[in-house]
């Protein structure tokens, strides 16, 4: 099932994507729901982040040829950063080139999301907690990240965590391949089965540090060929089963 969240006019509503519509649903998508006979046509509505995430975790460096084509390590353990709530942005969305920037690239990555409250959790048990998967876009300021070492200012910006549309319960992450493209053109092209660190490792090493909420996300690295973006460019991120995430640059103006 591909779950969304959209307005229609100023009304905020949720829905699942159903034989080429979105079905508005009514309570929770983590629990309990009821898909109504309210229709929409994907095209026409736009689109919100799918989910409201408490914490935005990412994996870095977590495909080899990734962690080698910006001369870094490989990990030996899983390495972890946060996106503040604030940089989540939505298919369709605007991301903000900052003027603090001369070099944003794109990331395009698998997302997990979280489906109950958990900590501790072993590794034969990851897929219980599991919501399901997503699309994301990992944008960075590559030189304030050179500049900084650290990730938090290079990664933060408002704008730089697009994800959706959909969420799709029903997805093999063994078997997933992320293709990124730049202006129609696949700039990246990678599979999950090459991931460091699989998606049971990450969760237990997750939740052995934080406590996990319905809605976070987790970012779960990028493979190989990202580069850079500019005012007008349009970066898409798909994986085949979820969608197709789209956004559009521009500079910050503020």
């Known amino acids: 099932m591909k779950f969304c969240r959209f307005k229609d006019g100023k009304v905020e509503k949720k829905g699942v994507f159903v034989d080429g519509k979105i079905k508005e649903i009514e309570g929770s998508m983590f629990d309990d729901y009821v898909i109504t006979d309210r229709e929409f046509d994907d095209t026409?509505?736009?689109?919100?982040?799918?989910?409201?995430?408490?914490?935005?975790?990412?994996v870095a460096r977590?495909?080899?040829?990734?962690?080698?084509?910006?001369?870094?390590?490989v990990p030996t353990t899983p390495m972890i950063?946060?996106?503040?709530?604030?940089?989540?942005?939505?298919?369709?969305?605007?991301v903000l080139i900052p003027a603090e920037s001369e070099q944003v690239d794109f990331e395009g990555e698998l997302g997990i999301v979280i489906g109950k409250k958990c900590r501790k959790v072993k590794k034969a048990d990851a897929d219980s907690v599991i919501f399901g998967y997503t699309c994301?876009?990992?944008?960075?300021?590559r030189d304030l990240q050179k500049a900084d070492t650290k990730f938090t200012r290079a990664k933060g910006f408002d704008t730089f965590a697009p994800i959706g549309p959909f969420i799709e319960t029903d997805f093999d992450w063994k078997t997933a391949r992320v293709k990124t493209y730049k202006n129609g053109e696949v700039?990246?092209?990678?599979?999950?089965?090459?991931?460091?660190?699989?998606?049971?490792?990450?969760?237990?090493?997750?939740?052995?540090?934080?406590?996990?909420?319905?809605?976070?996300?987790?970012?779960?690295?990028?493979?190989?060929?990202?580069?850079?973006?500019?005012e007008g460019d349009t970066i898409e991120v798909e994986i085949e089963g979820i969608g197709k995430l789209s956004n559009t640059i521009a500079n910050d103006k503020d």
């Open 136 to 141: 994301i876009n990992d944008f960075t300021a």
């Open 44 to 58: 026409s509505v736009e689109f919100l982040p799918p989910v409201l995430p408490s914490k935005f975790i990412c």
């Open 62 to 73: 977590n495909y080899v040829a990734h962690a080698k084509e910006l001369g870094n390590e």
């Open 187 to 230: 700039v990246q092209d990678g599979t999950t089965d090459l991931l460091i660190f699989d998606i049971p490792t990450i969760i237990e090493f997750m939740s052995g540090i934080m406590t996990l909420l319905p809605g976070d996300v987790i970012a779960t690295g990028t493979p190989a060929g990202v580069g850079r973006v500019d």
């Open 81 to 94: 950063f946060l996106k503040p709530s604030t940089a989540v942005n939505a298919h369709g969305g605007e």
